[in-house]
């Protein structure tokens, strides 16, 4: 059965894919809906499943790798200001709008921070292939999406840490800022010193395609290791990729990765995003779903926005980041569950939230391509 729905989303995923592109719309927008289509919601092609999960997984993974290996680590560096000002822009505005809007709600006052944290939320896998399409990956702008991204999962997830060690859950905010702290202090000991000695090893060893294979092996233990931490796993797969784009085997790690990835892991994992999509309860909070989907979408444009036009972006280059980081992705999902793990998030909230997340993924590349092509056309006119 499993080879069965591969072979219905990845031809049904490239052909989405190449009319969304027909339209004048990204691909990724095609896969995305999609999946909606395949899934339980609409035809019921294919099912969610562990296995289907799993290799999701390894597709958001995989592509978070390519945008490090893509990255110019001196262009990095030179954003770094602009990443900060733009992760926390995008954190400030919704957290502070969401708390409002929960209180608005009768939620309670931590129920309310919840809603504020999952609002700020960010995850720039979809944006990243957008960038990909428009050829935007390795301009500073999308280099400061990248940056940002990062700053936004780690200042959001310590915040989370805090709010429920207040709330009443069993958590030790000190243990989970050390956690993250060695991560990243090891991650990058580990990228500079070990990982260019760990290819050239490896990649002499007696057997066919030793460099990518180790290649591989890095990113999965940078990724493991930053959900251990409880870094988000793609911010670990982009700074192994970070690591291996200043070493000699960057080309070829950089070209069959990309075979691997979007013959099968990638496309899996766009079509899922839809196939998972779960409309329940949808007709009784409509309503609610439209106001949380408007408010999700202008304080992350806004707020994301405002602090790359402080950094010193033009309006169209700051609108084109600010709704790179529209999308909640699987961030905003993950958040989700612990939510209702811990009892932040009620039933009903958690369907409507899940509902908001999807629209926020959905619409980050039409707003991407409209923002950055007129980014572009100014550009031209200038």
Known sequence: MLILQLAIILIASKIAGSLSVRLGQPAVLGKLLIGIVLGPSVL??????????????IGVILLMFIAGLETDIDEFKRTGKASAFVG???????????????????LSVFESWFLGLLLSATSVSISVQALKEMNQLQTREGTTILGAAVIDDV??????AFLMSFAGGDVNLTTVVLKKVLFFAGAILVGWKVVPWFLKKFSSLKVTETVISSALIICFVFAYLAEYTGVAAIIGAYIAGVAISVTRFKDEVLEKVETISYSLFVPVFFTSIGITAQFTGVTENFGLIVVLSVIAILTKLIGASAGAKLA?????????????????????LILVAIGLESKLLTQDMFAVIVVVIL????????MMKVFFKSKSRLKNVV
């Open 155 to 160: 200042v959001v997830i310590i915040a989370l």
């Open 359 to 366: 629209v926020t993924t959905i619409v980050t590349p039409p």
């Open 44 to 57: 019921g092609l294919v099912h969610e499943t562990e296995t289907l999960e799993e290799l999701s997984q």
């Open 88 to 106: 926390l822009g995008g954190i400030v505005v919704p957290l502070v709008i969401g708390y409002l809007t929960g209180i608005a709600l009768n």
């Open 312 to 332: 010193g972006f033009n309006w169209m280059g700051s609108l084109g980041i600010g709704s790179a980081m529209v999308s909640r992705g699987e961030v905003a």
